[in-house]
């Protein structure tokens, strides 16, 4: 209990554990929450937000963590300690939800406390709702609508800087180009329907299939590609059967007669984009004019 009392003091009146900066906070509330909006409008990066909110807030209350929680996922501060008991608030614009913020406190909550967050959070949700419009924006500048994966535009940038990285710090990669033999006619004679399915099972077998250091790119139509982390022609190899392995094993594919074509090659510390993008391209052409369904180094 001395170290708590370090961090604390306990406000008899109410039974509250304050920090001790909280009679502070009270006497300059107003000019405070005012400088609380004004640092919340310097970025739109949703875990910025919240250590920026969080450096606020523990004027006011002690919380071990604090996390927000949306359609787009968890954003968190970082360190941020979950194990302590949650406090959760659903955070609302004109009935628009948010998402949920939730404290990590040793202690409970009054009705008090409970108020005065209340009144921070209305500092909070404009420019949280700012910021997860600019990231959702943003994932879709970025990914494959229909299967989540990254898109080309992604593919370009990275390639990149895999290369650059390659030069100056002699990480080498590889580059995997894979398509869908037999999809053009899955279309023609089911429909588009049953062509995203097919695209979308194929997105999970390659996620399945690739290490978390790899990265996975949809081109458009039944165009993919894999950035994988490692100089090896076996790596490669091992992957691309793994994932001929999947599609065959998959009902899906199975039942309208799917496989998959693929090429690969090694980058070298010479390469520009094209070049690299070419030679895997070719490996890919050698594997189609194999009889496809099968994979080919160039």
Not at 34 to 40: C, I, N, Q, R, W
Not at 59 to 82: C, H, K, R, T, Y
Not at 260 to 283: P, V
Request: net charge neutral.
């Amino acid at each position: 209990m001395e170290n708590v009392h370090i961090l604390t003091q306990r406000i008899s009146a109410r039974g509250e554990f304050l920090p001790f900066s909280a009679e502070h906070y009270r006497n300059n509330e107003p000019a405070a929450i005012h400088s609380l909006l004004e640092k919340l409008q310097t970025t739109l990066n949703i875990e910025e937000l919240l250590t920026i909110y969080a450096e606020h807030a523990k004027q006011l209350i002690n919380f071990s963590g604090l996390q927000f929680q949306s359609s787009l996922g968890v954003a968190q501060i970082a360190n941020s300690d979950n194990s302590k008991p949650p406090y959760s608030f659903n955070l609302d614009i004109n009935n628009e939800h948010l998402g949920q913020l939730i404290y990590f406190c040793q202690y409970p909550l009054s009705g008090n406390i409970e108020q005065k967050l209340v009144g921070l959070h209305c500092a909070l949700v404009y420019p949280l709702r700012n910021a997860l419009m600019y990231s959702r924006v943003l994932k879709l500048a970025t990914k494959d609508t229909l299967t989540g994966l990254n898109n080309r535009s992604q593919f370009d940038a990275i390639l990149t800087q895999k290369l650059e990285r390659f030069r100056r710090h002699h990480r080498p990669f590889s580059l995997m180009l894979l398509d869908l033999d037999n999809f053009k006619q899955v279309n023609d004679s089911y429909g588009h329907k049953i062509g995203d399915d097919v695209l979308q099972e194929f997105a999970n077998v390659l996620c399945s299939s690739i290490r978390g250091t790899d990265s996975v790119f949809r081109f458009g139509g039944d165009e993919f590609a894999v950035l994988i982390d490692d100089p090896e022609f076996t790596t490669n190899k091992v992957i691309a059967q793994r994932v001929m392995q999947l599609v065959a094993q998959s009902s899906l594919m199975k039942q309208y007669e799917v496989t998959t074509s693929i090429g690969f090659t090694l980058a070298n510390s010479k390469d520009c984009e094209n070049e690299i993008f070419a030679r895997a391209d070719k490996g890919l052409y050698k594997a189609k004019a194999s009889g496809r369904n099968c994979a080919k180094a160039y």
